[in-house]
């Protein structure tokens, strides 16, 4: 049996390491995660996920401030593990710490690298109108995502699939990649492939100045910010002054000539017109001060007789 350190802290991890204290191949004598965080209005303090999972299965939980520490490594070390897997840690291993386990550090990446290295590589391939993604498993170096490719798992981006909806197709994919780069790698079965450094892209993580939406985009340009900004930080615009949120709408063939962001309502649906002529519906939003709702709801409390701007 493998020893196993994990290194994880949000949900996508979980599958992951749900499947490795599932396997009777592998011993989990540790978790590594982020620290508890304040959540919600009342910013109650907050166990990652990955650390209630553990928990919950009596594994020790390790949650260090930073791993460039003495203490830190000497913990690691001390576990002697023949593998370290890092499945959305949110930190960067240093070397001292990628040399400790026998077989490497693996990591699971929610691109097709080196495709989006990075942070929030799932939304950006959302936002961006990529038609397929993955998860890449991968031997860690000193890199941001640059260490040689192992095994990868492909899958079709839906039409109207959100980054929230995605997110959770991808985490499923992680504990079968897993088990089999794992094992792959203990058996000397799988030859690791070398990024090819030209082909390669980096992505930032995602904030609330990029939720404002540009109507002077093409209709199929918002949908796609719109479906990657789901759930976090959701797409924004102005009505009436105010803040509106919009959760998802749907591309339409429609063709109008009024000035972009002009909103206009027909048989209790909701459209908005947008750069090249496009037109987009509007199907889910949430006013400021109000709750989250379909259109024609939305209709009902504040009534569109006549076309208006947003934004």
């Known amino acids: 049996m493998d020893t196993v350190i994990f290194m994880g802290s949000p949900d996508f991890a979980v599958k992951a390491l749900e499947a490795l204290i599932e396997s009777p191949d592998y011993d989990v004598k540790l978790v590594v995660s982020q620290t ?30 930073s791993l460039r520490t003495q203490e830190a490594y000497d913990k690691l070390f001390a576990l002697q593990p023949d593998f370290i897997v890092v499945s959305a840690y949110g930190k960067i291993l240093p070397p001292d710490i990628l040399a400790i386990p026998k077989y490497g550090c693996v990591n699971l990446h929610g691109s097709l690298l080196p495709k989006y290295r990075g942070a929030a590589p799932i939304q950006w391939s959302v936002i961006n109108g ?44 992680c504990p079968a990649l897993l088990l089999k780069t794992l ?83 027909v048989d209790g649906r909701l459209f908005a017109v947008c750069g090249e002529n496009t037109v987009y519906e509007i199907c889910e939003l949430q006013l400021e001060g109000s709750k989250r709702m379909g259109a024609a709801d939305f209709l009902r409390g504040h009534p569109v007789v006549k076309p208006i701007l947003l934004g």
Do not use: C
Request: charged fraction near 25%; hydrophobic fraction near 35%.
């Open 36 to 65: 508890d965080k304040p959540q919600g209005r009342k910013q109650i303090m907050t166990p990652p996920p990955v650390k209630q999972v553990a928990l919950q299965h009596g594994i020790e939980v390790f949650q260090p401030k």
């Open 130 to 173: 990529d038609k397929k993604t993955g998860v890449t498993s991968m031997l860690m170096d000193a890199g941001l995502d640059t260490g040689d490719i192992l095994l990868t798992s492909e899958t079709e981006i839906g039409e109207n699939e959100t980054a929230g909806e995605l997110f959770d197709r991808l985490a499923e994919l």
């Open 183 to 265: 094992k792959g790698l203990r058996n000397h079965e799988i030859v690791p492939v070398k990024q090819d450094e030209a082909a390669a892209t980096y992505v930032s993580v995602l904030d609330k100045e990029m939720a404002v939406l540009d109507w002077n985009e093409p209709a199929s340009s918002i949908h796609n910010k719109i479906r990657g900004l789901n759930p976090w930080p959701v797409a924004k615009t102005l009505f009436n002054g105010k803040i509106l949120k919009i959760y998802s709408g749907a591309i339409t063939n429609l063709r109008k000539n009024d000035l972009s962001g002009t909103l206009y309502a």
